[in-house]
C-alpha cells in the first residue's frame, strides 16, 4: 500500500535516526500517519515527530503504528502564526493530543480557514470562475483547506495552467480574489500548546528572515529553536544551535517532509539531526519544567563532547 516511489527512496538508509518535523494527510502530506511511520521504520528513522498543520487527528494513528513497528512517535503540531510582516511557525511537542483546549484552538482555526476559503471561491465566482467548494474540500482531503487548494481546482477547471498562474492572476495579495487570513499570534499558539502540557520551539527561524524578529519571538517566551531543516543550510544550523545556547533554549530538527509527491518531496529522515538533540528533548519532555530546567540540561549538555558537532 506504500507508493512506490517510498519503497525507492528508503531503499538507502536515511541520514538522521531522528526526524522532528513530519506532514501527513492529515494535514497537507501525501503519506498517511501509518504509512509515515512504516517509511521511517524502513529508512531506520527511530523518532519520528508528527507535526501536521492545526490538526491532532493524525496522531493516534501514528502512535499506534509506532509501537507495533518500533518507532518513536512524539506526539507533535504545527501553527502558522503572524507575525508582523512576516510569519512564524510553532511547533508543538509532546502535545496532549486529546487536550479538549488545544483541539477546540485548533478547531477554530481550521473553521476561520474554511470560511476564508469559502470567501475567496465567492469572490472567484463574482468574476466569473466557478470553482465547486465541495471539489476544493475534496483536494484539501482531510488536510486544513486553503488557498494552495483553491488554485489546484483554477487548474483543473482549465482556467488557469499551473498553480501559480492562479496566485499570480487571482489568489496572491492584491490579486482580486484575495481574502486576507485570519491572524493568528504566535503567543496565541504558544499558549494554546503549553495548555495541552507541550513544548514550544520555532519552526525554521531562517525564514523568518531577520534575528532580530527570533530574539523578540524568543523573548516572548519559547521553549526552543528548531536548527536543523531542510532549508537551513550547515552555517545556519550551526547559528541557530548558537542562537539556542545563548538564549537558554532547547534545539529540535527535522525534515519538514510533505511526503513523496508533494510540492517539494523530501525524504523522512533526510536531514542530518544530533542524536544530543533527543536526549534533551525527552529528559526535557519528562521534567515538564520551565527554564530553570532548561539551563540545568544546558549545564549538562556543555560537558557533552559531540555537542562541539552540531553537524553530526
Ligand atoms: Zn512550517
Ligand atoms: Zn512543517
Known amino acids: 500500500m506504500r507508493l512506490k516511489m517510498t519503497q525507492a ?6 541520514a538522521s535516526t531522528i526526524d522532528l518535523h513530519v506532514h501527513t494527510t492529515a494535514s497537507d502530506g501525501t503519506l498517511t500517519p501509518e504509512q509515515a511511520v512504516a517509511a521511517a521504520a524502513e529508512s531506520g528513522v527511530q523518532v519520528l515527530g508528527i507535526t501536521d498543520h492545526d490538526a491532532l487527528h493524525g496522531i493516534p494513528a501514528a502512535l499506534a503504528a509506532g509501537q507495533r513497528l518500533g518507532v518513536t512517535v512524539v506526539p507533535g503540531v504545527e501553527i502558522n502564526t503572524d507575525y508582523g510582516e512576516t510569519e512564524a511557525h510553532i511547533l508543538g511537542y509532546f502535545v496532549d493530543h486529546t487536550s479538549p483546549g488545544l483541539n477546540a484552538a485548533l478547531e477554530d482555526i481550521r473553521r476561520r480557514r474554511l470560511e476564508r476559503a469559502r470567501n475567496i471561491i465567492a469572490r472567484l465566482s463574482a468574476l ?4 465547486d467548494e465541495q471539489r476544493v ?3 484539501a ?5 486553503g488557498r494552495p487548494h ?5 487548474v483543473e477547471a482549465g482556467y488557469v495552467k499551473t498553480a501559480g498562474e492562479a496566485f499570480a492572476r487571482y489568489l496572491g495579495r492584491g490579486r482580486p480574489a484575495y481574502v486576507p487570513r485570519y491572524r493568528l499570534t504566535p503567543q496565541a499558539a504558544a499558549q494554546a500548546i503549553r495548555a495541552a502540557g507541550g513544548l514550544t520551539v ?3 527561524p531562517a525564514k523568518v528572515g531577520d534575528d532580530l524578529l527570533v530574539q523578540a519571538l524568543i523573548d516572548q517566551g519559547l521553549d526552543g ?3 536543523f531543516h531542510c532549508d537551513h543550510s550547515a552555517a545556519q544550523a550551526r547559528h541557530y544551535v548558537q542562537l539556542a545556547r545563548q538564549r537558554g533554549l532547547l534545539v529540535t530538527g527535522g525534515t519538514d517532509s510533505h511526503g513523496p509527491h508533494s510540492d517539494r518531496p523530501v525524504a523522512i529522515g533526510a536531514v542530518r539531526v544530533p542524536r544530543w538533540v533527543w536526549t534533551y528533548l525527552t529528559e526535557l519532555s519528562r521534567s515538564r519544567a520551565g527554564s530553570v530546567e532548561i539551563k540545568r540540561l544546558l549545564d549538562v549538555q556543555r560537558g557533552t563532547p559531540e555537542r562541539k558537532q552540531p553537524n553530526r
Not at 483553491?150 to 483554477?154: F, G, K, N, P, S
Open 9 to 14: 527512496d528508503n531503499l538507502k538508509r536515511a
Open 150 to 154: 483553491v488554485a489546484r481546482a483554477l
Open 137 to 139: 474540500a475534496e483536494i
Open 141 to 145: 482531503g482531510d488536510g486544513s483547506v
Open 202 to 204: 520555532l519552526a525554521h
Open 128 to 131: 466569473g470562475l466557478g470553482v
Open 225 to 227: 529553536l528548531e536548527a
